[in-house]
């Protein structure tokens, strides 16, 4: 037999009150070994409170050489930024 | 693509490192990008794993329960920066089954500081203080490296090693304020870990060949010689405090450059080391594949137990 195992993403809460962040990736038969391994792996020195792992496979990620298309279209919407906007100055805070 | 596009992908790619932009895994990368950094990741990685031989060696035989937790600790986390370094690797399209075979059919180089023996307790000592300050003085630019997952890795890293060589240091320590068997100890493993340390700088510039492209991508920031001289210069001092002698009847401080200067250093014991000479390479590549050959059963059970339970739960779904 010669399966190898799949390769798991790991995100890690380091404290409550924060998101959980990427921290890496490692390799594990199912998703309680890759817990355990992400437990030893990224938290050794109490970086977390909270670890979720998912399967690589299952993330969809975008590709690079379209983030003409994906990202720019947001550079010239110059009216989503509070900047856009001409008051008058006696308006202080707004 | 025509060569001219690659050509202009290519200016394009080097523009972004040279403004300090990151790489991403998905970025566009020239092949001898892509090349040459699974080669530097791996060798980091490799030497990471291999390392946890010699150290391994003493953790039965640490003379207190503190000294084996420390020495447990630091052997674990060199296991786990290999897997930082392994999982950044494996980013650039290669898995890890052809990486560890890399590093058993002996194409894959790791740091030759790993195929001296440990022979007694001060090793334990002399490898914190010396060879984790050499790889802290190799890997700290690194956590500025062009391609993000690399530098992601560095940065974890150079965090938990600083303690790695605050234990060697104590150790060494406690030996130089011990009885004069300690003390000779701690020197006898002085004597035989210095001039490997300051090999692991790499040949010198004269002879480096990847220094320039290395630099250009920021896999190097300062040269080899550079790196060895900041070793020598921040170690002498740390050996007069323990009041123990650096093997180097050259080592003296030189007022006008404010520098060590050193003795010349053996590179015919380096490349014989390299080519697999050492006293140790055989039995190192030995006991890592054995672990992989030997683990293979526990890995494909696992697999195995891992399959089952998914089929169960799909069963009771349907």
């Known amino acids: ?94 | 693509m025509s060569d001219a596009e690659v050509k202009n992908l290519e200016a394009l790619f080097e523009a972004r490192i040279a403004r300090d932009e990151k790489i991403e895994p998905k970025d566009w990368m020239p092949e001898k990008y892509r090349k040459t950094h699974i080669r530097q990741i791996s060798q980091h990685a490799h030497s990471e794993i291999v390392g946890m031989l010699p150290e391994g060696n003493w953790i039965t035989r640490a003379p207190s329960l503190r000294r084996k937790a420390a020495l447990l600790a630091k052997v674990q986390d060199e296991a786990g920066h290999g897997l930082y370094l392994y999982a950044a690797c494996e980013t650039l399209g290669i898995s890890r089954e052809e990486l560890y075979e890399q590093l058993h059919s002996g194409k894959a180089k790791y740091s030759s500081i790993f195929n001296y023996p440990t022979l007694t307790w001060a090793d334990m000592g002399a490898i914190g203080w010396l060879v984790d300050g050499a790889a802290i003085i190799n890997q700290v630019p690194l956590c500025n490296t062009s391609f993000g997952p690399y530098a992601r890795a560095m940065v974890r890293v150079c965090k938990e090693e600083s303690f790695h060589q605050r234990q060697g240091y104590e150790i060494m320590l406690t030996l130089c304020n011990g009885t004069e068997e300690q003390k000779a100890m701690a020197q006898d493993a002085l004597n035989r870990w210095w001039w490997p340390s300051l090999m692991m700088f790499g040949p010198t510039d004269a002879e480096s060949t990847h220094t320039e492209q290395s630099m250009k991508w920021k896999l190097k920031r300062k040269t080899n010689d550079e790196l060895r001289q900041q070793f020598v210069d921040q170690t002498a001092p740390q050996a007069d405090i323990l009041g123990i002698t650096i093997p180097d009847p050259e080592l003296k401080f030189n007022e006008d450059t404010g520098h060590y200067d050193f003795g010349p250093i053996d590179w015919d014991e380096f490349w014989q080391v390299v080519k697999g000479h050492g006293p140790c390479n055989k039995e190192r590549l030995e006991a890592r594949v054995n672990a992989w050959e030997g683990g293979a059963w526990v890995r494909d059970a696992a697999m195995a137990y891992a399959e089952k339970q998914e089929h169960k739960k799909v069963a009771k779904a349907s």
Do not use: C
């Open chain 1, 1 to 94: 037999m010669k399966n190898n195992w799949p390769l798991w993403e790991v995100f890690v809460r380091s404290k409550n009150g924060l998101e959980h962040r990427h921290f890496g990736s490692l390799h594990a038969a199912d998703a309680e070994m890759a817990l355990e391994n992400a437990r030893d792996v990224y938290t050794r020195r109490s970086e977390g409170v909270s670890i979720w792992v998912v399967e690589s496979k299952h993330i969809t990620a975008s590709n690079p050489s379209e983030n003409g298309e994906m990202f720019e279209p947001a550079q010239d919407k110059v009216y989503r930024h509070p900047t856009f906007y001409n008051l008058p100055d006696e308006v202080k805070h707004m």
